[in-house]
């Protein structure tokens, strides 16, 4: 087997062959378009070559398409859009063009009719806070559709606001607890049947949004970015909850210190509220199934939700996996 001239002992980036599915991957350098340069990949196992453009058969680099529909989304129109893309990117895009986008790209990007119905101020839209929880994690909600989510959800409402208007959360918790993503036991998890879907919206959202990704370790900023300002049922990303070992005792989860986390993308829609996990390989995780139902016993218990009315998934650009948790013995 010939490998390419390159260093094939990089490390792998969390990309799937088109051919193969494997992910074995490495940069194979760049080739020059019309449009700028673009980033080629070389699959290890198979030797196939390939881009990952979520797009084709376009005039223009896709993240000055998905830049210029999550600015309209923000709330400015069509005007400020145009002058606030043309000078951003240094170029020229007529506003017919940018109305096209907006057309071709709402059955995905489906915030758009509720952009078009309400006023919004690009200022106020997002509202967000940082908390140093042994890293720094930026929450944010998206008030119209808090909004309008609040109505059933009044409880989830009122815990959301209360990240950024009210005291700030005790961080000595997040520091010093274990984290759900770390938990020290096993739970053998009674759980719904996992739906599979190997391409919906949400793993096309996430292609949109890593579009706009320079780095692997912007990945989870953008596909979260992506969805709190261009999907109409995301109301907040890197939520911040937490479950004491008195809480955890009604789920029979027996733990010694506070479990915290925080939840990538928080949905609300078919009169359910859905936690979704960005995962860059969400096929090979063994961890989501505990991780998430552990958000979801938080989640539930800070809001006084009932567990039923909770959903969660785990996802990447490629794969989609759904389950409802119930309850768990350790």
């Known amino acids: 087997m010939k490998y390419p001239p390159y260093n094939i002992n990089k490390p792998k980036l969390f990309i799937k062959?088109?051919?193969?599915?494997?992910?074995?991957?490495?940069?194979?350098?760049?080739?020059?378009?019309?449009?700028?340069?673009?980033?080629?990949?070389?699959?290890?196992?198979?030797?196939?070559?390939f881009s990952t453009s979520s797009i084709k058969f376009i005039t223009h680099p896709p993240g000055i398409i998905f830049t210029a529909i999550s600015t309209y989304n923000l709330g400015h129109n069509l005007e400020q859009t145009n002058r606030i893309i043309n000078r951003r990117f240094k170029t020229h895009i007529p506003?017919?063009?940018?109305?096209?986008?907006?057309?071709?790209?709402?059955?995905?990007?489906?915030?758009?009719?509720?952009?078009?119905?309400?006023?919004?101020?690009?200022?106020?839209i997002i509202q967000s806070k940082r908390s140093h929880h042994q890293q720094v994690y930026e929450y944010k909600y998206h008030k119209l559709k808090l909004n309008i989510a609040g109505k059933q959800f009044p409880d989830l409402k009122a815990y959301l606001?209360?990240?950024?208007?009210?005291?700030?959360?005790?961080?000595?918790?997040?520091?010093?607890?274990?984290?759900?993503?770390?938990?020290?036991?096993?739970?053998?998890?009674?759980?719904?049947?996992i739906k599979k879907t190997a391409n919906n919206n949400a793993t096309k959202m996430a292609r949109f949004g890593l579009e706009l990704t320079r780095t692997n370790h912007e990945r989870h900023s953008?596909?979260?970015?992506?969805?709190?300002?261009?999907?109409?049922?995301?109301?907040?990303?890197?939520?911040?909850?937490?479950?004491?070992?008195?809480?955890?005792?009604?789920?029979?989860?027996?733990?010694?210190?506070?479990?915290?986390?925080?939840?990538?993308?928080?949905?609300?829609?078919?009169?359910?509220?859905?936690?979704?996990?960005?995962k860059p390989d969400a096929e090979s995780d063994k961890s989501a199934l505990e991780q998430l139902t552990l958000y979801a016993f938080a989640l539930c218990t800070r809001t006084d939700t009932s567990l039923n009315k909770i959903t969660c998934a785990y996802f990447d650009e490629n794969s989609f996996s759904q389950f409802r948790p119930a309850n768990t013995e350790v």
């Not at 080739?31 to 700028?36: A, D």
């Not at 063009?97 to 915030?111: A, G, N, P, V």
């Not at 909850?241 to 928080?266: C, M, Q, W």
């Open 17 to 49: 062959c088109p051919k193969c599915s494997e992910s074995n991957i490495v940069k194979y350098g760049t080739r020059t378009t019309k449009h700028g340069k673009a980033q080629i990949y070389f699959c290890k196992k198979c030797n196939k070559r």
């Open 95 to 124: 506003k017919s063009t940018l109305y096209s986008w907006l057309d071709r790209y709402k059955h995905i990007c489906t915030f758009l009719p509720l952009r078009r119905k309400y006023a919004i101020d690009p200022k106020e």
């Open 161 to 193: 606001t209360s990240l950024v208007s009210g005291p700030n959360i005790n961080n000595k918790m997040f520091r010093e607890g274990a984290r759900c993503s770390d938990f020290p036991g096993k739970l053998n998890v009674t759980i719904s049947r």
């Open 222 to 278: 953008s596909v979260e970015s992506y969805f709190l300002i261009n999907d109409s049922a995301t109301i907040a990303t890197e939520i911040p909850v937490y479950l004491t070992p008195k809480e955890a005792n009604s789920f029979n989860i027996p733990i010694p210190r506070t479990l915290t986390g925080h939840i990538d993308i928080l949905q609300v829609r078919s009169n359910k509220i859905h936690i979704l996990d960005y």
